[in-house]
């Protein structure tokens, strides 16, 4: 048996992180969306008996992406079959299209994916809850890509809640143009500098009632947008800010780094929106040059 998911990439529209727990990890509010873009997972079931090169293999199309036990695919098929008591074994090929180092959730997203492929095969083994926790176990961020809408992310990013409908309606299918520069930022290293910089962090009740102005009110997705790792990450790499302030000003459209980026993003209203993205598109190039990342998407 075989299966193919589709496992997508994601922006914070809204990301404020609160603070460093005592495990280590960083609390956090945040609205995350997935993308009509991102990676295409396919599945092969083993059967009982481990086939050559092991009980979970993996392929990738892009040469960057280790194959190997760091994977988050791999580690999210022994986990699934350690929770499920499942015995079977599977390879998976990934075509990989998601940026690595670009704050858009590639890894976690490509985790998830095995999941629900592993248990989509396995008919269901292990309900959502269940499916959850194990998610929660490999990644602060991997339990929103179970969801295929906009959420709201709490504590390390593992506490997801659904959004009211009226939210939901200004977001979903909006335009965004994405872009990402030749380089990467680790997220490791995103978190020290704001540890370092220490007057970074947001307080969880202004985060709060922020977030919750914003669901509550009638203000378009622009007015959501907010992400306090920006700070350090334009600290060091000031073509990030240049070329939002760039775009904001020639073109008056809302932008914003995604996660702890490099990756960030321009909200597209519809009017006059192929114009406007022909036109941003050419200034990114102009400026990051011809081999810039670029993709016109949509909030899922």
């Known amino acids: 048996m075989d299966v193919s998911v589709f496992s997508p990439a994601k922006l914070n529209l809204f990301l404020a992180v609160t603070g460093r727990r005592t495990d280590g990890f960083h609390d956090l509010v945040s609205l995350v969306s997935p993308l ?6 396919a599945v092969e079931t083993k059967g009982q008996r481990p086939a050559a090169g092991g009980r979970f293999t993996l392929e990738c199309d892009h040469p960057e992406v280790p194959v190997d036990g760091s994977n988050l ?19 998976f ?12 959730g590639g890894g976690s997203s490509n985790a998830a994916a095995a999941l629900r492929a592993l248990n989509r095969l396995t008919g269901g083994l292990l309900d ?37 409908e009226p939210a939901l309606v ?24 704001m540890i370092a910089r220490r007057d970074d962090y947001v307080a969880a009740t202004e985060a709060e009632d922020r977030l919750a102005g914003w669901i509550g009110g009638g203000a378009p997705a622009e007015e959501l947008l907010f992400n306090n790792m920006e700070s350090a990450a334009f600290e060091k790499y000031v073509a ?3 070329l939002l302030q760039r775009l904001h000003r020639e073109f008056g459209t809302a932008v914003a780094m995604s996660g702890s980026g490099s990756a960030c993003f321009a909200l597209v209203k519809e009017e006059n929106a192929d114009a406007v993205v022909a036109g941003m598109r050419q200034v990114i190039r102009d400026c990051w040059g011809s081999v810039t990342f670029v993709l016109d998407a949509r909030l899922a």
């Open 128 to 164: 959502e809850v269940q499916l959850a926790a194990v998610a929660a176990t490999l990644g602060s961020d991997c339990v929103l890509f179970l969801r295929d809408a906009p959420v709201v992310m709490r504590g390390r990013g593992e506490r997801i809640a659904a959004l009211p």
């Open 93 to 104: 090929r990934l075509a990989k299209r998601i940026p690595v180092g670009a704050g858009l």
């Open 240 to 242: 990030l800010p240049l």
């Open 36 to 41: 009509n873009f991102g990676d295409d997972l």
């Open 73 to 91: 695919i791999l580690r999210a098929a022994q986990a699934f079959a350690a929770a499920a008591n499942w015995q079977g074994g599977a390879h």
């Open 170 to 193: 200004r977001l979903r299918g909006r335009r965004v143009l994405l872009f990402k520069p030749s380089f990467g930022i680790s997220t490791p290293w995103a978190y020290q500098r």
